[in-house]
């Protein structure tokens, strides 16, 4: 199908955006240890600029939150300063930064964060998957499950982050509910066995993003509000059930959030057609799709369809930083090496070419 689509502008909140592309969320592991990002990560979203929409990997909003190692954070005064240097690269490119909030929850590790705490979850239920050390692989371990008077602690360390986010220059935040991580543990039936306010239906399991997500639109406005969400995705050990109560959980979920009035719901699709119609259906703002496995031609594949207003790239923006004019003068793409995603230095991180750096270097 046509890549036409792709170049119409949109506005979105306070964005005007020049076209339907943005930049996933990816994590790069390339923070200093105390969770600032320095001056290469200020260099590699500044590269990615003409991407428009910039959404940062995620950036945990406490100690508790942090997953892996070298992940940035933005609850510290640090934190702001090192990211108010990424918001201005950025924004010297022409684009906008929304900071994806990610709290993993139980997919954690006390070697990996600052405090060396046992992780918290809905539930004292271990994820069952291994997790990257320090010392190197080892089983994430039993969380501590969350009291009820604790998760309005949470909450405010959303919030906090959220507004140190506006406070380091940045557009906006992305709330992370999706890829096996808070949020979602708390959506997932075999994460979430409580008996409170939090858990049992499906009413109740969607209560933590909903107040999660309404106290952070207050804080900061819905208009620098967005969220992420990975229906039926089986990541992190999280089993959400049958198809049926997937779309169940979902449609519920999205419409609690609509009623926000929020500035995009991030849809991480994982193949279900129905129920990403359905949610386009319920969705009154605008709506990104990210769909696993897509082809560079069929980037714009849910735009042409109207089931997406914009199509975030991950691998194909973290390889080619100038990804936008490739994709608009059918150039080649740079081909994106798994061994240099996670931690290091800028190799595999800022020194992927740009047409033009390419074509200087073949001349020499």
């Known amino acids: 199908m046509s890549l036409d689509s792709l170049w119409q502008p949109i506005t979105v909140g306070r964005m005007d955006l020049p076209h339907r592309l943005a930049m996933a969320p990816m994590t790069r592991s390339r923070a200093n240890a105390d969770g600032t990002p320095g001056a290469l990560a200020a260099e590699y979203y500044g590269q ?14 406490s100690d508790d ?71 190197g692989m080892q089983p ?81 406005g819905a208009d620098r509000t967005g969220i992420r969400i990975s229906p039926g995705m089986p990541l992190g050990g999280l089993d959400e059930g049958s198809v049926e109560e997937v779309r169940e959980q979902y449609l519920h979920l999205v419409g609690e959030l609509a009623k926000l009035d929020l500035v995009y719901l991030h849809l991480h699709h994982g193949g279900d057609d129905v129920l990403l119609e359905k949610i386009r259906r319920a969705w009154p703002n605008t709506l990104l799709v990210l769909r696993y496995g897509r082809t560079r031609e069929q980037i714009a594949d849910e735009i042409n369809a109207g089931l997406a207003d914009i199509a975030p790239l991950g691998q194909f923006a973290l390889a080619n930083p100038d990804v936008v004019e ?32 390419a074509d200087d270097e073949a001349a020499a």
């Open 326 to 357: 490739r994709l608009k003068t059918g150039a080649p793409f740079n081909e994106a090496d798994p061994a240099t995603f996670y931690g290091g230095d800028a190799t595999g991180y800022t020194d992927y070419p740009t047409l033009a750096e």
């Open 140 to 220: 994430a371990p039993e969380p501590r499950a969350l009291a009820t008077e604790e998760i309005a602690d949470v909450i405010a360390e959303f919030v906090h982050a959220a507004k140190s986010a506006v406070e380091a220059g940045a557009d906006g935040v992305e709330i992370h509910a999706a890829n096996g991580y808070l949020g979602h543990q708390f959506l997932a039936p075999n994460a979430n066995v409580r008996d409170d306010q939090y858990g049992g239906s499906v009413e109740n399991r969607s209560r933590f993003i909903v107040e999660v997500t309404k106290a952070v639109a207050e804080a900061i």
């Open 48 to 61: 990615r600029a003409s991407l428009g929409l910039i959404i940062s990997e995620g950036t945990q909003p």
């Open 65 to 135: 939150g942090q997953g892996y190692l070298n992940t940035p954070g933005i609850y510290t005064d640090a934190h702001v300063a090192g990211w108010r240097e990424t918001a201005d690269a950025i924004h010297a490119g022409g684009g906008y930064l929304f900071i994806q909030l990610m709290h993993v929850g139980r997919m954690s590790h006390p070697d990996n964060t600052p405090h060396h705490r046992q992780p918290v979850a809905p539930s004292a239920i271990a994820p069952g998957v291994d997790m990257f050390t320090a010392a």
